[in-house]
């Protein structure tokens, strides 16, 4: 087992700072795994496994030197901010795969209440249709923000782009916009040459 870095980073970083923080992150990715392991164990020892759902996600991505950025900063939001592990677990999967799908943190919890036939009115999709291969995608895009005194951050994400926005009282607005997959890391801003698709995507925003 990896141990965790504890001690702050320098400013800036330097090369072994970079590769304790990527260590002391895997460590930890290495103590959920085997936490992960000894639950799903206990529970089948206790024959609980076929009336189990189990969801694995978290709450946001983590930087490692994107853009000369480290930890949870907010903003702008890439996708490794806000790409984030959802794995489901159903009750007597035997064999799983990897769904394309695009979804967001806010379809997990209709999702468990259609798990157990609640009716509910709250703003996310339930995944279940895409569970049980009704269909290929619930959403066309979906939108992360980000908010604080100074700037506001927003990222639109579908199956083909990425669009960045942010600004702030004093900050005039910014746009950037990716091809997906194929800018894996985001670093080709196309925006110039794709108006109309930065224009249906910043409506996206103006409507939520």
Known sequence: ?????????????????????QESFASRLSYIDE?????????EELRLREECWVILTSDCGQRFGEFGLFGRIASPLHSEQVQIPLIVCPPGL?????????????????TILDLFQIENSLAGTSLIPLLEGEMDQIHEHVLARHQ???????????LEWMYLQQDGPEIERSE???????????????????????EELASVVAQK
């Open 94 to 110: 035997i064999e799983g795969y990897r769904c394309g799908a695009i979804t967001q943190s806010d379809d997990l919890l209709p």
């Open 35 to 43: 936490q992960l392991s000894v639950l799903l164990t206990r529970l």
């Open 1 to 21: 087992m990896l141990e965790p870095l504890l001690d702050p980073i320098s400013e800036p970083p330097t090369e072994e700072d970079l590769s304790r923080l």
């Open 176 to 198: 950037r916009l990716f091809q997906k997959p194929e800018d894996r890391w985001e670093v080709n801003d196309v925006m110039q040459l794709h108006f109309e698709i930065v």
């Open 148 to 158: 604080d005194s100074e700037l506001e951050s927003r990222s639109v994400r579908s």
